[in-house]
């Protein structure tokens, strides 16, 4: 289902342009730990949402090796809101490019989705998080375009 959704989203956005998610208020997550590796510094995250039903369901946490000129990705629930099995996915790309990096589709990860990785050195990068949280109608999902320019 997952791999569905962030596959048909993808696809939209590319053909749509993009968007941006929305902001909502603080909760507890998942905490936010470095799955990158060394020497990759965190950079921001951003908000996973369900507009429907939820609000505030995960994050999208990014990261830069500047040694290496790669940019991570990792996906993580917000417990607040979602507790139990779920599915989170992650994708990630240079900003231009075609070909998205995911990992997480056709998995039930229960904290954190990635990481993934793209080199994108004096680039900027393009990520998607998305977290279904009830079988019918608990899906966050956000694409962001051209973020984390380097």
Excluded at 58 to 85: K, M, P
Excluded at 111 to 119: C, D, L, Q, R, W
Aim: hydrophobic share 35%.
């Amino acid at each position: 289902m997952i791999k569905k959704h962030l596959a048909t989203i993808l696809a939209a956005t590319v053909l749509a342009g993009g968007f941006v998610g929305l902001s909502a208020g603080t909760a507890q997550a998942y905490p936010r730990v470095n799955k990158c590796g060394s020497g990759y510094n965190f950079k921001q995250s951003w908000n996973i949402t369900d507009n429907h039903m939820a609000g505030l369901v995960g994050f999208i946490d990014i990261y830069y090796h500047s040694g290496n000129g790669h940019n991570c990705a990792i996906a993580r629930g917000n417990d607040a809101t979602v507790t139990g099995q779920h599915l989170i996915g992650v994708a990630i790309r240079r900003s231009g490019d075609s070909n998205w990096i995911q990992d997480g589709p056709g998995q039930n990860y229960t904290s954190y989705a990635g990481p993934v990785y793209v080199y994108a050195m004096g680039s900027c990068i393009d990520f998607a998080g998305e977290l279904s949280y009830n079988e019918f109608t608990g899906n966050g999902l956000e694409v962001y375009s051209s973020k984390h320019c380097g």
